[in-house]
């Protein structure tokens, strides 16, 4: 059998796959890409990001979460919506992105395979074709952007319809009455409140006290109050021990001794690397934990000229920083005058109800560091636009360095948090001191202006600390 030639061959469409391939054909590399799945785009497109924000965005607005006692009027369509009505347009929003990387990938002039790919030696993948039969590509590099697939413990029956993996969840049938997430990290926390917000019971299990550490302390206490208040049981810390699927419902008993009797479950107790199909020691790699691959600060792996970028090297896999590792690998594989480094600082967007989104130093990490730090906050209560969009509990908190006051950290809970933090973000990408917001003139009204504000609290409560060191 023939084997085709090529300077790059990417293994995976999803945002670093698709961005990692573009960017060499951009520059005139011959390119392949090889694709298992029936569609482009990876989980970002399929199972995870855009399907999950936009089922959030739905439960909202069928649920009339955001109008409830606004308005003075009850704008639920919860005795209406159905099954149909909640995932209408999840996949209309599938739909257009499948057919957005489609077409950048056609646009590009990339070579796609349609299969399963594998490793034969560390420059030659095997790609068992859908149609039948296979081709044999040789690539001066290598990117894996395999993405991830859902951790399942033993202990649950993901055979049976009740029980749902993160994945599993988007084809769901019949609205439960209540449901169990077991895991309160990233993605078992949006989906907690997501259906929470359409009334369902839901109750939130993890053997964590705190919800989701990486956050800001104040920040994620904050987070698990509004949870709570929206009526989603914090079963934390405990864990399942076993579960039970009827044709009716699920039961589960905790380590605590607690019985829990819901209509359904969903795990999200973590994702592994998508690497158990790639023969990866034929390439002579070395794997991490959950079948993640190493890489170093370029993404390459232990074999140097093949890279890897996105969820299947692990934390933090964002759709967002998965784009950013393929193209900053790509870029020192081909030695592309480009792009360097990735962003020295990454944001963190957390679809819950309410938003969270963060980037930068927390008050834990800068103690950790030994920063000596001052604080500054504003709410949405005291902002014209957080009084008109009715988010009462909303607020900005910022971590300025006492000695020059530059912005280190950033962090937003509230409405569209995720787009609040940016501004932040800037500041700190450009190294900017409480200066920039106080002679910026935002726009009225408007949440930008948080920052004005949240800056002069930073520069009172400054002022107040060195008051009352020279008076002591």
């Given at each position: 059998?023939s ?32 694709e ?29 979460f ?60 095997r ?13 001066e590099?290598?990117?894996?952007a ?44 949006e ?13 939130l ?17 904050s ?21 039970a ?13 607690r019985?829990?009797?819901?209509d359904a ?7 592994s ?40 090297i ?59 730090y ?53 500041a ?25 504000y949240?800056?002069y ?16």
């Amino acid at each position: 059998m023939s084997i085709k030639d090529y300077d790059l061959v990417v293994i995976g469409s999803g945002p670093a796959g698709e961005k990692g391939a573009a960017q060499v054909a951009y520059f005139g590399k011959k390119v392949a890409l090889v694709e298992k799945e029936p569609h482009f785009g990876g989980a970002a497109a399929n199972t995870g990001t855009l399907p999950s924000k936009t089922l959030r965005e739905t439960s909202i607005m069928l649920s009339g979460f955001r109008a409830r006692g606004l308005y003075g009027v009850d704008l639920s369509l919860r005795r209406e919506a159905t099954v149909r009505d909640f995932l209408f347009r999840e996949e209309q929003v599938v739909t257009a992105e499948r057919e957005r990387v489609t077409l950048n990938v056609e646009r590009h002039g990339i070579d796609v395979f349609r299969g399963m790919g594998s490793f034969v030696d560390d420059h030659t993948v095997r790609v068992n074709l859908e149609e039948g039969g296979e081709e044999l590509l040789r690539g001066e590099v290598i990117l894996v952007a395999t993405g991830s697939y859902p951790h399942r413990p033993e202990i649950y029956e993901f055979d049976h319809p009740l029980v749902y993996d993160s994945d599993e969840i988007l084809q769901i049938q019949i609205m439960p009455r209540s449901l169990a997430v077991v895991g309160a990290g990233v993605i078992g926390s949006e989906y907690a409140c997501l259906f929470s917000a359409l009334d369902v019971e839901a109750h939130l299990i993890d053997g964590r006290e705190e919800l989701m550490g990486f956050l800001d302390d104040e920040i994620s206490n904050s987070l698990k109050a509004r949870m709570q208040k929206m009526g989603i049981e914090m079963i934390m810390p405990d864990s399942v021990e076993s579960c039970a699927a009827t044709d009716t419902d699920v039961t589960l008993k905790l380590t605590s001794g607690r019985e829990l009797v819901v209509d359904a479950v969903l795990v999200a107790s973590g994702r592994s690397g998508n690497t158990k199909n790639l023969n990866v020691d034929a390439a002579g790699l070395e794997m991490g934990r959950r079948g993640q691959l190493d890489v170093n600060d370029s993404y390459q792996t232990n074999v140097p000229h093949i890279y890897a970028a996105g969820d299947v090297i692990g934390f933090p896999a964002l759709a967002s920083t998965s784009m950013e590792q393929a193209r900053l690998a790509m870029v020192h594989a081909f030695d592309l005058e480009y792009k360097k480094v990735v962003a020295p600082i990454l944001p963190y967007g957390i679809y819950t109800i309410p938003e969270v989104s963060m980037a930068g130093e927390s008050e834990e990490s800068a103690k950790e560091k030994g920063i000596d730090y001052v604080i500054g906050k504003a709410s949405y209560t005291n902002n014209a636009r957080g009084m008109i969009i009715g988010d009462f509990d909303g607020f900005l908190k910022l971590l300025y360095r006492a000695d020059d006051m530059k912005l280190i950290g950033v962090h937003v809970i509230g409405e569209i948090a995720s787009e609040v933090v940016h501004i932040g973000l800037m500041a700190m990408m450009t190294e900017s001191s409480s200066e920039l917001f106080i002679r910026t003139c935002f726009n009225y009204p408007t949440l930008g202006e948080l920052y004005k504000y949240a800056t002069y609290d930073a520069m009172g409560n400054l002022a107040k600390r060195k008051g009352e060191d020279s008076d002591g």
